[in-house]
């Protein structure tokens, strides 16, 4: 069996607007046949060992107005990214130092925007709660497991956690966990995505946790 980096990607083409301050943007159902989405290349790469004195390290992206914290011990950073998705639009990723026993794939942290709704009122709470049901549709077993509203440096925030499954290119069928969270920050939908084998999720949630405890914008 093939060791896959990345499960997919979540779909990111949904917007919605909803509620009363969402007055230029209007939802109309997207046709999920016409949908861009992202999905994993099953290949492999070189994933260095934890330098010397690794610690906590910090990621600031000045294109997209944000940082996070992350333990260096135990991510490794690649800027510009190795997997890059078919919107091209991939900023970065934090990939486990770690392949898990048994497991296909590394957990993984990335990010990628949407920056379509420039100019317009985006309501984060529509834009998240239009997700499920494209994600349904292009991942296997759906399973939206919670929904949460919170806060990033002052702005509004949604986490999705869901566990589905990907078909890998090569017909295997990889079970996977995943904290999506969405956030505006001038104009574009910032999507985090903080992704485990299924397995494993429980041992990494304190650690995504504390990185999104993390997320600047600026």
Same mark, same amino acid.
């Given at each position: 069996m093939?060791?896959?980096?990345? *499960?997919?990607?979540l779909a990111v083409t949904v917007a919605a607007g909803c509620g009363g301050d969402a007055t230029s943007m209007t939802h109309t159902p997207p046709d999920t046949s016409t949908l861009p989405v992202d999905i994993g290349i099953g290949r492999q790469f &070189?994933?260095?060992? *934890?330098?010397?004195g690794a610690g906590i390290e910090t990621y600031s992206n000045a294109v997209f107005n944000f940082s996070l914290q992350f333990p260096a011990d135990e991510f490794a950073l690649f800027d510009p990214p190795q997997y890059v998705t078919t919107l091209g639009n991939r900023v970065f990723e934090l990939v486990s130092r770690?392949?898990?026993?048994?497991?296909?794939?590394?957990? &993984?942290v990335g990010m990628i925007v949407d920056s379509r709704f420039q100019g317009q009122t985006i309501?984060?709470?529509?834009?998240?709660?239009? *997700?499920?049901?494209?994600?349904?549709?292009?991942?296997?077993?759906? &399973?939206?497991? *919670?929904?949460?509203?919170?806060?990033?440096?002052?702005h509004q925030a949604v986490i999705l956690e869901h566990q589905s499954s990907w078909a890998a290119p090569d017909g295997t069928v990889v079970p996977f966990h995943r904290y999506t969270l969405y956030t505006e920050n001038r104009g574009n939908i910032l999507i985090f995505?903080?992704?485990t084998p299924t397995a494993v999720f429980e041992t990494y949630r304190p650690v995504f946790d504390q990185i999104i405890s993390t997320i600047a914008l600026f």
């Open positions: 093939r060791h896959y980096l990345l *499960a997919a990607l &070189n994933v260095p060992s *934890a330098p010397s770690t392949l898990p026993e048994g497991e296909v794939f590394r957990p &993984n309501n984060i709470e529509g834009y998240a709660d239009a *997700a499920p049901p494209i994600l349904s549709d292009f991942f296997v077993d759906f &399973n939206l497991v *919670a929904r949460r509203s919170l806060t990033v440096s002052g995505t903080f992704t």
